[in-house]
């Protein structure tokens, strides 16, 4: 059942920068995000938690930063430096301070519908 609204998403050159935005709905300790390509699994990109600093996956460190906005009740994704790597569709989540602890996908509660990031060489 998705309960967020991401946007954001498109289809660009490598090299390029896209800005994802989710819209929550309400304020979650954890919020981050995962991806998907086609036939891999759902991975874990970065994650933010209500009282820390954010945390990301190797693959996107240095390029990728996540924010929140808790007045607005939006969590966003700015993506630079683009690989074809990073095509794939990008979900938002939200849950508890747990699933900031374990960044398991099956620990996060509330998904979005996901928005489509597609990187050309």
């Known amino acids: 059942r998705a309960q967020l609204v991401e946007s954001g998403g498109g289809s660009l050159q490598a090299g390029g920068s896209l800005r994802l935005s989710c819209n929550t709905f309400g304020v979650y300790d954890c919020m981050g995000w995962f991806r998907q390509a086609p036939g891999k699994e759902r991975e874990w990109v970065t994650a933010?938690?209500?009282?820390?600093?954010?945390t990301y996956a190797e693959s996107v460190k240095g390029r990728f930063t996540v924010s929140r906005d808790n007045i607005k009740s939006t969590l966003y994704l700015q993506m630079n430096s683009l690989k074809p790597d990073d095509t794939g569709m990008y979900y938002c989540?939200?849950?508890?301070?747990?699933?900031?602890?374990?960044?398991?996908?099956?620990?996060?509660?509330?998904w979005g519908q996901g928005t489509q990031v597609t990187v050309s060489s």
């Open positions: 933010i938690h209500v009282g820390d600093g954010p």
């Open positions: 989540a939200a849950g508890g301070s747990a699933a900031c602890f374990s960044l398991r996908y099956t620990d996060f509660p509330y």
